[in-house]
């Protein structure tokens, strides 16, 4: 998979499950986290192809499809596990237990935690000012957004309005390679948007060589997405009962 390092932190999506994505990271010293470890042994032999230091796994939900492999991680390499006080409950055990706005050391870098309900209500992405690099998780994807699962439509458009304010420049790192579907949806709305065109026949060509579409910039999500492209609370609500049905 390829490496993008920003900044000497870099950042590689690793496939998991179906369609899934964890994310490892790796800064200058060596240190080593792994985002939403859906199973274990893929990322486990991610971490070992990389040295196999794990110092942290970093969780964005509680659903299992984000963090069935934590424990058996934890016990073979010795990791700290991070995520949200909110869903302590429904969480593997964390050693550190983050609020909104907190700030969590990887190594040299710092994540900043927001908070980004919708999807679930205690779903936190992390923002790396430093990358600058943003894991997502299940609220922003490629060309697309989480379902609304525990959330309303003000909190998830809430979540992507905070996100949307982050640099352009920022790497968007999400939990699932739903480009293609999304894309197609995209398209039923703006059929003659010829960048949107463009970036689906990218995104097909990177499946065809069996290579991820992501992470993709924010500055082109902002531009091409058609859930941050909504202007209110009720429109974004109707493009998601939309998509929904799709």
Not at 57 to 62: G, K, S, Y
Not at 80 to 85: D, H, M, Q, S, T
Request: proline share 6%; with cysteine; glycine share 8%.
């Amino acid at each position: 998979m390829r490496l993008y390092t920003l900044n000497m932190l870099s950042v590689r999506p690793i496939p998991l499950l179906a369609d899934n994505y964890g994310w490892l990271l790796q800064d200058e010293a060596g240190f080593t986290g792994f985002v939403d470890p859906a199973e274990a042994e893929p990322a486990a032999s991610a971490v070992a192809a990389s040295g196999g230091r794990l110092d942290l796994i970093l969780l964005t939900h509680h659903h299992a499809d984000h963090v069935a492999g934590t424990d058996a991680l934890r016990a073979r390499f010795g990791a700290k596990v991070a995520g949200a006080v909110a869903d302590t409950h429904r969480l593997p055990h964390l050693d550190h237990a983050l609020a909104p706005g907190a700030q969590l050391a990887v190594g040299r870098h710092a994540a900043a935690v927001i908070d980004t309900p919708g999807h679930t209500r205690g779903h936190i992405a992390y923002f790396f000012a430093d990358g600058p690099i943003l894991l997502a998780g299940d609220t922003l994807f490629s060309l697309g957004c989480g379902r609304l699962i525990e959330g309303t439509p003000e909190e998830m458009f809430g979540s992507l309005r905070r996100l949307a304010a982050l640099p352009g420049e920022s790497l968007v790192c999400c939990g699932h390679e739903y480009t293609l579907a999304n894309a197609r949806f995209a398209l039923s709305l703006r059929p003659n948007d010829t960048a949107l065109k463009a970036r689906a026949g990218q995104a097909a060509q990177r499946r065809a060589a069996a290579e991820p579409t992501v992470p993709t910039r924010l500055a082109e999500e902002c531009r091409l997405n058609p859930f941050l492209l909504a202007r209110d609370v009720a429109e974004f609500a109707d493009l998601r009962a939309h998509k929904d049905r799709f």
